[in-house]
């Protein structure tokens, strides 16, 4: 689907509110699809979840509190170039992410800075060597390498306020709108993984924008006098990661929950990767 499509859904449900506002709801994905394989079997540097990563040479390991991160996912930002339609990533480059190998990071404490790290590496993706994991790394903070196809996606949010504040909702809209949600992209779609850059994400609870605002600034109390004039910026958070719970690859998040990495939209434009704040979230 594309955003055509998704003028038509909402049309069609007669959310005529939303289709005048589609610009500020609807927004593009790059869908990834994981598929577990042979790790010799793929290329360095390609894009992939789990397995060992392809770093720089003299790269470290992320550590938190004395063990070793576990390594999420690489991404090699050339092979992304086509699918970014609103072309928001860097054109070249490559991507590592890792988190915190015993799951106690969730974002919602100033004092989680650190239970995370995403790498960025400019330019050219040449002199990566295939790193081991570390000895002190977990088995089960090990995960499996997969593939990975990528497809441009259309997204829409799961609560449309939060982006439009100044719309008029009722319980109808709301019926209407989350029967709209329930069959987009397609009525097969809410099964598998779902795996994307950029976009609206899979929300399993509370909008996390004023979250990582807040928090991503030294403050977790909402209730603080300091906190209005930083939350009327919430909304320049972006979503630059979300990975799902995903049995072929190994990962569980909490109760199949998913993580997933924010950060600022003038952060990713000055390519800042060292300023994303990271969610887990779970049902």
């Known amino acids: 689907m594309n955003k055509n499509d998704a003028r038509a859904a909402l049309e069609a449900a007669g959310l005529t509110d939303l289709v005048k506002n589609i610009d500020q709801i609807a927004r ?22 789990g397995g060992s990563p392809d770093l720089p040479a003299g790269t470290s390991w992320p550590e938190w509190k004395g063990l070793p991160q576990s390594f999420i996912a690489q991404i090699h930002l050339e092979e992304l170039w086509q699918y970014d339609l609103d072309k928001l990533m860097p054109q070249s480059g490559m991507l590592w992410f890792f988190y915190d190998a015993k799951q106690e990071t969730f974002g919602e404490s100033p004092q989680d800075r650190g239970g995370w790290q995403v790498i960025f590496k400019p330019g050219e993706s040449g002199d990566l060597k295939r790193t081991d994991f570390p000895d002190k790394l977990p088995a089960e903070a090990r995960f499996k390498a997969c593939s990975v196809k990528l497809a441009s996606e259309i997204t829409l949010p799961q609560d449309p306020q939060t982006d439009l504040p100044d719309l008029k909702w009722g319980d109808d809209q709301q019926k209407k709108y989350e029967d709209v949600l329930s069959k987009f992209p397609g009525p097969n ?38 906190a209005e004039a930083l939350l009327k910026k919430s909304n320049d958070w972006l979503l630059l ?33 060292d300023s994303s704040w990271l969610v887990l979230q779970s049902e």
């Open 28 to 49: 593009n994905s790059i869908r990834m699809t994981a598929t577990p394989g042979d790790e010799s079997y793929l290329p360095i540097g390609a894009t992939r979840l």
């Open 241 to 273: 990661l979300q990975i799902d719970t995903d049995e072929q690859a190994g990962m569980k998040w909490a109760s199949s929950g998913m993580l997933y990495y924010w950060i600022k939209a003038e952060d990713l434009k000055q390519q800042k990767f």
């Open 189 to 226: 779609d809410h099964a598998p993984m779902h795996h994307r850059i950029l976009g609206n994400p899979e929300t399993l609870q509370d909008d996390m924008r004023s979250q990582c605002q807040l928090v991503s600034n030294g403050m977790s109390d909402a209730s603080d006098p300091k």
